[in-house]
């Protein structure tokens, strides 16, 4: 019989794995920017591609934080991978989660059942968060990669509020108010400034017995400025904005412990209910059973056409690799644009290397015949909160209005889909005019607080 791609296979064969396929395949590891656009990219090759994912829907992680902060809903930023490439004859999604990679043999195994074989592999699982050697951290301080990670944040945030309208006693309402963001990156930055818009502007006057103006919102970065990765103006930017918005910012700080209800800043211990973690990053346990060297967060250090050492076949992109931009010498940052050029270089040298295989032949690469992948820097950016933006572009760095415009706009051109473009531009233009966030839905486990002896709790229960 055959598949969607009009391959030949045998009735058993749920991988291809017998024999030559009539088409070469292209193994695709991760739905993301990198792995998503190369698999685009491939839409016209005389090939198969095979994208595996362990969830059926592609993020655009930048947004993630607004999903947290109850500004956008997941179907917003995110698509459903087949959809997306539901019109690419050549292409076949797979959910499931990749267990084990046989170099030698090449092939990928998922969840330890399924095989597929490939002449030509691309690994672009990601980065998950790392809490430097403290894993019991994470129950109490929730990282930002995934939709499930921003929905558990957006319902500890509001359930915060929730619970402190039920508080008496003024000690515990305090730390229920308290927000401890850890890190001082562009995902910390945007998440402290959106938790203190909310706090200020959103909800005040939602709740009767709490004033909500009167939370904490705490950032903690242990560098001596904030947004390491980009200038020192774009640093100084923000701090402006956030400490004028009201976010106390700690600088040269570290968390050094924490319990279930307070956190251990050096010798400072302080009462605080919610912590968010946005401190730093690592490789899942992928990288490390490829046999391959690794970079300190386990990132595979790959050679400068993206392939791994030893394996011209196969490449990594995105967050997972680690290379260094030959005209600068630097490495190359792990956002959404380098992901989205990894991807596009690493299917151009599958096509080539396509149109050179003689017909039907296992397709080896060509030593020395591929170009280097070369990083091209389009700026960075992060916003603060409304009208409040830092962007370092062309070797200048904006702030304020036009920066925070610039990431408006640059954000929804981005996004995948016409669909999720209108919707968030419709949903930032609601917001702009009544200063309101439509996704204040609190869903999953303990979405009722528990009772308390404060006022009349109880009342119309029945």
């Given at each position: 019989?055959k ?12 991988g291809g ?6 088409r ?22 005389p ?20 999903v947290?902060t ?6 917003d ?6 959809s ?5 004859e ?20 998922v ?32 990282g ?11 319902r ?23 927000f401890?963001?850890v890190g ?17 502007q ?28 980009m ?9 402006h ?46 990288s490390g ?7 300190g967060?386990?990132?595979?250090e ?16 995105g ?6 931009d030959?005209?600068?010498g ?8 380098g ?36 990083y ?12 409040r933006?830092?962007a ?20 929804v ?13 419709v949903?930032?233009?609601?917001q ?6 439509g ?5 999953g486990?303990?979405g ?15």
């Open positions: 019989m598949d969607r791609t009009g391959n030949a296979r045998g009735a058993g064969d749920a794995s017998e024999g030559l396929k009539a070469p395949r292209v193994v695709i590891v991760g739905g993301g920017f990198g792995g998503l656009e190369a698999a685009r990219r491939l839409a016209r090759a090939c198969e591609v095979v994208l595996i994912d362990r969830r059926n829907h592609h993020v655009f992680q930048p947004l993630l934080y607004q947290a109850a500004a956008l809903s997941p179907a930023i995110a698509a459903p991978i087949r997306v490439l539901r019109r690419q050549n292409a076949r999604v797979v959910l499931g989660e990749v267990s084990a990679v046989d170099l030698d043999r090449r092939r990928v195994v969840e330890g059942s399924e095989t597929f074989e490939y002449d030509w592999l691309l690994l672009a699982a990601g980065v998950t968060h790392t809490y430097f050697g403290k894993p019991g951290w994470s129950e109490r301080a929730p930002l990669k995934t939709i499930e990670d921003a929905l558990e944040i957006r500890r945030v509001l359930l915060a509020f929730e619970q402190a309208e039920l508080e008496d006693d003024p000690e515990a309402r305090k730390a229920k108010l308290t401890v963001v001082g990156g562009p995902t910390g930055v945007e998440m402290a400034g959106a938790l203190r818009e909310i706090a200020a959103t909800i005040p006057d939602d709740f009767r017995r709490v004033d909500t103006s009167t939370a904490r919102v705490i950032l903690l970065e242990g560098e001596d400025r904030l947004l390491p990765a200038s020192e103006a774009a640093g100084r930017g923000a701090l904005h956030l400490e004028a918005m009201g976010v106390e910012v700690r600088l040269g700080t570290y968390l050094t412990d924490l319990d279930e209800e307070t956190v251990l800043l050096g010798d400072e211990r302080l009462a605080a209910a919610n912590v968010i973690w946005a401190a730093g990053v690592e490789a899942g346990p992928l059973s490829l046999g391959v060297r690794l970079d967060s386990g990132r595979v790959v050679e400068p056409d993206c392939s791994l050492p030893g394996h011209p076949e196969v490449f990594v992109v967050d997972l690799a680690a290379i260094q030959p005209r600068t630097q490495p190359v940052p792990g956002v959404a644009q992901a989205l050029q990894m991807g596009r270089h690493v299917a151009g040298i599958i096509r080539s290397e396509i149109g050179r295989a003689p017909p039907g032949s296992r397709v080896a690469a060509i030593p020395g015949a591929r170009p280097p992948f070369r091209r820097d389009k700026g960075n950016m992060a916003t603060i909160g409304r009208a933006a830092v370092d572009l062309g070797g200048r760095t904006y702030s304020g209005f036009f920066a925070w415009f610039l990431w408006s706009a640059i954000h051109a981005f996004l995948i889909g016409f669909r999720n473009r209108i919707l968030v531009m949903n930032w233009a609601w702009w005019l009544v200063q309101a966030r996704a204040r839905l609190i869903t486990a303990s009722v607080p528990p009772p308390t002896a404060a006022g009349n709790a109880g009342e119309g229960a029945g």
